[in-house]
Nanobody, 123 residues
């Protein structure tokens, strides 16, 4: 069974950091574009960052540029989102996703999705 499993969410104070992980099973991430999205209560899903399958060129949404870093470790079949300088507006459920493409920026291009991990930023 092909699936993505996320971990690393939680409650963090403003200004804090978290590293979210997304582990793939049942398939190799090596040939997949990967991405992170989030959805806050009452808001539309937002694309945060993505990285291609063949190189490490990354895209970041303006809202997270400079604070979030996407990375992948194909040897562990896992990818990550390092999130720094968190603020309450970052509170959301964060989702990882994988697309069988060289590069993909749209949510509808991603076929595998994690279950979501809650990130809450509060003092």
């Amino acid at each position: 069974q092909k699936q993505l499993v996320e971990s690393g969410g939680g409650l963090v104070q403003p200004g804090g950091s978290l590293r979210l992980s997304c582990a793939a099973s049942g398939f190799s991430l090596e040939h997949y574009a990967i991405a992170w999205f989030r959805q806050a209560p009452g808001k539309a899903r937002e694309g945060l960052s993505c990285i291609g399958s063949t190189d490490n060129s990354a895209y970041y949404a303006d809202s997270v540029k400079g604070r979030f870093t996407i990375s992948r470790d194909n040897s562990k079949n896992t990818f990550y989102l390092q999130i720094n300088s968190l603020n309450p507006e970052d509170t959301a459920v964060y989702y990882c996703a994988a697309a069988a493409k060289l590069f993909a920026t749209r949510a509808d291009e991603y076929v595998y999705w994690g279950q979501g991990t809650q990130v809450t930023v509060s003092s």
